[in-house]
């Protein structure tokens, strides 16, 4: 899958090829069939061979400019119209436009006698005819086995056709015939040992009561090609292949976040929510809200003007958008809008590499911005785990390359570790929640972890998920003795801490109270004391004053006693002196 | 060899009893050895066993390649009977004369 195919330069030994125009066919083959040379289609009844092939002239015609003459051994031209016309192809149009030739052989043993040596120049010239008059670069020979039926002689027979497949080549035309498919060999006849240039192998296989169509090139010479087998898909509008291993791992890495449509989760990865074009996986139990978390993840890109395709597995797209309303999500309005693709299917309408073929025609059909599978663990119904594994590596590597945001969802079994799921599942995807039942109190409620989110920083806790009529909520939980507390327990608890909170606060105001009435006291206190003491100072200077008065009245009486005695100074000048002084100034 | 009609010169009017026509038609593709074997067969036979009451037209398809898809003609030469009814086609050099005689209902005249 790696050759420089339509070569620009046009080197000696380089293969040049025709591109068919199928989806994903140019690509296994790295181009398109090879120019000018004959390619050999095989496989069991009803594979698509003829479908392949007509294909290969329709989108001939119409893309590339380039004729195309179909010989039919087995199906008339009325025939062949109207079984195109299911597939919306308009034969009748090509034709009368000269873009498509259509020549029924018709043979029949019974209605024709040989006798003697004869040649195929009759259908040389018809077909030669056919390529001439419109110009026709392309041929189909659906199935030229038929002459081996419808001649005898098969000597003959053998050496006409590898003048045909020469003369075909001479013509240049780029030609594909179809063989029945044999019990031993890749056809009945043996018509690979003619056409020995490319072999393409068609096959139908059913695994589990599912049909898968598988393709696999089995030879073409001058030139590498895809060696697998390659599941397709053949639908309204014809063949589409899906290479299964051509995409690597160099996918583009944006930056760019896009929100969860929950504001509280975008928080809990990093404020912003999820990286654009990373793979999201939300793992849970039954009836633990995964399809309305994808529900506000698609109402949340639509609301942006992003376009959203919805891969629903389980439900039909009324029953999902009823479903949502009653979480206040209004889904109708944008598919009303064309923003919201739902692409609902049985996960065992067909095998799991006809759904993945199916997701990546809607994904190129619609170009969506993020994509929504729920869940993911329904196609598993489908098919093995490694199967699974393995078309999902691809689906995620394919939207990666897209820059298409993945949303899918796992249906965990009730009671089997959580974290199991499908180790090969989870290493693929970037953001990886958890939905858990939590089970005490005599209820269940959701908590919500985030597991890993690689390259953001993320919250540990785990929350509390209510879903209610306004959508999803995240709360936090308590973490209490007995574990985890939700649901009533926490409302409970909720209540608890507020009634501790109010007597906290009671205790806080009698305290403060009490202070002030202490302080009340103290006060009254000093003040009766000051009062006291202004009482007893009183008392106090009165006694003083009393004293002094005492003393004067004394001092006096001695003066007026020496004075009435006639003493002059004699006696007054020692004791007395003093006071006779105090008193003088007095 | 080309497309023209040739006609036997001795089938003249001539009203046989139930006069039976017999149409034949040749496909060939230009002159090759075994077309041109084929037609001296044939112009044999009839001679022997249809005097008179035959017409050969030789088609060279690489003149009208058109005609090959009308009568469905894939291998060359073919013989076609067009009359009597029904249709028959011989493919081959008409070399086995028995197989033509059974093949083309003529029987020799007694």
Known sequence: ?586 | MTNAVKKNPNALPKPAAVAERWMLRLYVAGQTPNSLIAYANLSRICEEHLKGRYEIEVIDLLVNPTLAKDDQILALPTLVRKLPEPMKKIIGDLSNTEKILVGLDVRPIV
């Open chain 1, 1 to 586: 899958m790696t050759k420089p195919t339509k070569s620009t330069k046009p080197g000696p030994d380089v293969l040049q090829k025709t591109p068919t125009g199928i989806k994903g066919l140019d690509e296994i083959t790295g181009g398109g069939l090879p120019l000018g040379r004959t390619t050999l289609i095989c496989g069991g009844t009803g594979c698509g061979k003829t479908l392949l092939a007509m294909e290969f002239l329709m989108r001939g015609a119409l893309q590339y400019a380039e004729p195309g003459v179909f010989m039919s051994f087995e199906e008339k031209s009325e025939e062949l119209t109207q079984n195109f016309a299911s597939l919306g192809f308009d034969l009748n149009d090509l034709v009368a436009r000269g873009k498509l030739a259509i020549d029924y052989v018709h043979i029949e043993r019974s209605e024709v006698e040989e006798n003697g040596e004869y040649d195929l120049a009759g259908l040389f010239i018809r077909l030669g005819y056919a390529i001439d008059s419109i110009g026709a670069k392309r041929v189909v020979l659906d199935t030229i086995e038929a002459l081996f039926s419808g001649l005898a002689n098969e000597t003959i027979l053998r050496a006409e056709l590898r003048r045909l497949f020469r003369f075909l080549k001479d013509k240049g035309v780029t030609a594909i015939v179809t063989g029945e498919q044999g019990e031993q060999s890749l056809t009945r006849y043996g018509l690979e040992e003619y056409v020995a240039d490319c072999v393409i192998f068609l096959s139908h296989s059913i695994s589990q009561q599912i049909a898968t169509r598988r393709m696999r090139i089995i030879k073409y010479r001058g030139s590498s090609h895809g060696t697998n087998e390659y599941p397709f898909l053949i639908d309204e509008s014809g063949f589409s292949v899906m290479p299964i291993s051509s995409l690597g791992l160099d996918h583009p890495a944006s930056i760019k976040r896009v929100s969860t449509g929950i504001p509280r989760l975008d928080t809990m990865l990093g404020e912003k929510g999820y990286y654009r074009g990373s793979s999201v996986l939300v793992t849970g139990t039954a009836g633990t809200g995964k399809s309305s978390m994808a529900a506000h993840f698609a109402d949340a890109a639509c609301r942006r003007g992003e376009r959203c395709l919805y891969f629903a597995f389980e439900e039909s797209q009324n029953q999902i958008i009823r479903n949502m309303r009653s979480i206040g999500i209004d889904l109708e309005q944008w598919v009303a809008r064309g923003l919201l693709i739902f692409q609902n299917s049985r996960p065992t309408l067909y095998g799991l590499e006809m759904h993945l073929v199916a997701i990546h025609k809607a994904i190129e059909i619609n170009s969506p911005a993020i994509v929504i599978v729920d869940p993911i663990s329904s196609l598993m119904a489908a098919t093995n785990e490694a199967d699974v594994k393995s078309m999902l590596s691809r689906l995620i590597d394919y939207l990666k390359m897209k820059e298409i945001t993945a949303f899918c969802t796992d249906l965990a079994a009730t009671g089997s570790s959580l974290e199991r799921t499908d180790i090969g599942i989870s290493s693929l995807m970037d953001t990886w929640l958890l939905l858990q039942n939590i089970e005490a109190g005599g209820e269940r409620n959701r908590g919500l972890y985030i597991l890993k989110s690689r390259g953001m920083e993320h919250s540990n806790q785990i929350r509390e998920f209510i879903l209610s009529n306004s959508g999803v909520e995240l709360r936090d939980v308590y973490i209490g003795s007995s574990g985890v507390l939700t649901g009533s327990a926490r409302t409970t608890q909720e209540a608890v801490e507020r009634a501790e909170t109010l007597v906290r606060k009671q205790e806080i105001e009698s305290k403060q109270r009490e202070i002030e009435r202490k302080r009340t006291v103290i006060e009254a206190q000093v003040a009766a004391l000051h009062a006291q003491f202004e009482a007893e100072k009183d008392v106090m200077d009165l006694v003083i004053a009393k004293a002094k008065l005492r003393d004067e009245t004394l001092v006096l009486g001695n003066l007026a006693i020496s004075r009435s005695r006639q003493v002059s100074d004699l006696p007054h000048q020692q004791g007395s002196a003093a006071k006779t002084g105090k008193g003088g100034r007095k």
